[in-house]
Nanobody, 122 residues
């Protein structure tokens, strides 16, 4: 089992940047896709970004394209989410997860972190 642990969340003003990190344990990290999701109060968890195990393919929700960048460091078992030009509507708990099947849907993931809060003030 791979256990992700997120960090890097916080409070930032609109237009600012944050970099989220997700450290994992387990020997299968480098062969698994990784994803970031977010959940705002009263809303369902939604896809933000994902990256295949080889970093050859990256996927983004339309709402974050051009502002967020996902990357991974297989040598250190870590995946990152660089978030620029943040908006108040980006406020949510951000979760990192390890892909088990596909890579774009919540149901494709079995191993989830506890989440990190991102708050963007206007």
């Amino acid at each position: 089992q791979v256990q992700p642990v997120e960090s890097g969340g916080g409070l930032v003003q609109a237009g600012g940047s944050l970099r989220l990190s997700c450290a994992t344990s387990g020997r299968t990290f480098s062969t698994r896709g990784m994803g970031w999701f977010r959940q705002a109060p009263g809303k369902e968890r939604e896809f933000v970004a994902a990256i295949t195990w080889s970093s050859g393919n990256r996927y983004y929700a339309d709402s974050v394209k051009g502002r967020f960048t996902i990357s991974r460091d297989n040598a250190n078992d870590t995946v990152y989410l660089q978030m620029n030009s943040l908006k108040p509507k980006d406020t949510a708990i951000y979760y990192c997860a390890v892909a088990a099947r596909g890579i774009l849907d919540v149901d494709d993931y079995d191993d989830w972190g506890q989440g990190t809060q991102v708050t963007v003030s206007s």
